[in-house]
């Protein structure tokens, strides 16, 4: 039999007990206010007639699914959106509600009984929205941080879904800081080269520094710096000139605008005892292995970004999918100021 709905305005009630039962105690659905009746919002309304599970009426006139979906789209801000996302949890048998008192969480997780695992909120995006990296840190503050688990569910613009579990990581690994002899370094153009094959060998060997170049070691502007600061490198022009720090850096910028920012990062994961590489190939600025090369793959892709950073969601879906495809976890580094925030976008199968 068909649950009976009464539509007054925004709202939808609810009154038959057996009704209220099926809804409320079974699934989850509406809200039950002091006088025992059921409220739903237009949206579950909405999911209900397109289920044809409820007979819906306003003023003992029938309302069809088309004139409550027009009227729920005038009501509801991004309505198709977060329906679209109701309806395909709702059917992978998850019990949500609305979450109507923040613009930035769509929607709750029910916490089924006997269930250990955190609460989670949903926020829902169109493909056409903004990533906002600031918003996304103060939905992981405000949540994961409180033991819930934060899910963006993306809408393209045929309808179907993309999940992402969003929380901050702890990043470490087992390979330390080593001790090496003291050595030189020649800027070229895009690469420094060091001629001397024992340190050469030793830096490749021990911690995965550079790449052979010939019968020598080329090292990316980052790895020199990074070595250039422990005292490991003097950096060289080809005429023998001595590079300060800062001149090094100064002629660096000029090729590779952000390689400060880089370079805050490359250290921060090389004090964490991890591995660090160019993630160029994969779309990254880095990859990065808690292990040796010869004892795992990569596990992280880890893109360098800013505070203010927003990008449109078809590049994060690209970095996350490209991640996804190689078994590894993608990781926005977020600078601000002196700290840095590791974000992890998963990617998810509700």
């Given at each position: ?108 997780k029910i916490a089924q009984k006997n269930e250990t695992a955190p609460c989670c909120v949903i926020a829902a995006y169109s493909e056409r929205d903004i990533l906002d990296i ?210 992890r976008f998963g990617r998810l199968r509700p």
């Amino acid at each position: 039999m068909d649950i009976s709905g009464e539509l007054i305005d925004d709202y939808i009630l609810v009154k038959k007990a057996s009704d209220i039962g099926r809804l409320y105690n079974k699934s989850h659905i509406g809200t039950i206010l002091p006088s025992n009746i059921l409220r739903l919002s237009l949206l579950e309304g909405v999911f209900l007639l397109d289920e044809g599970k409820m007979i819906l009426h306003e003023k003992k006139k029938q309302i069809q699914f088309s004139t409550l979906l027009k009227r729920a789209v005038q009501q509801t801000p991004e309505f198709e959106t977060k329906y679209l996302v109701y309806k395909d949890l709702r059917n992978r048998g998850h019990a949500i509600t609305q979450v109507d008192d923040t613009a930035a969480i769509s929607f709750r997780k029910i916490a089924q009984k006997n269930e250990t695992a955190p609460c989670c909120v949903i926020a829902a995006y169109s493909e056409r929205d903004i990533l906002d990296i600031e918003v996304t840190k103060q939905l992981i503050r405000h949540y994961v941080n409180r033991n819930n688990r934060l899910w963006f569910a993306l809408v393209d613009e045929e309808g179907d879904l993309t999940y992402y579990d969003i929380s901050t990581v702890d990043l470490t690994g087992i390979i330390f800081e080593q001790k090496y002899p003291k050595g030189t370094a020649v800027l070229l153009k895009n690469r420094l080269i060091v001629f001397d094959k024992k340190l050469s060998g030793q830096l490749l060997q021990k911690e995965f520094f550079g790449k052979p170049f010939g019968e020598t070691l080329q090292l990316s502007f980052v790895e020199a710096l990074y070595l250039l600061e422990k005292n490991v490198l003097e950096i060289q022009t080809t005429d023998g000139t001595i590079l300060s720090e800062e001149k090094c850096v100064h002629k660096m910028q000029k090729l590779q605008p952000d390689i400060v920012q880089r370079l805050m990062v490359f250290k921060d994961l090389k004090q964490r005892g991890l591995l660090v590489k160019t993630g160029f190939k994969f779309g990254a600025h880095f990859r990065a292995y808690s292990k040796h090369p010869e004892a795992t793959h990569a596990e992280y892709l880890i893109h360098v970004i800013e505070k203010g950073f927003t990008s449109v969601w078809a590049e994060v879906s690209r970095a996350v999918r490209l991640a996804h495809s190689v078994n590894k976890e993608f990781i926005f580094a977020c600078i601000d100021e002196g700290t840095i925030d590791y974000i992890r976008f998963g990617r998810l199968r509700p």
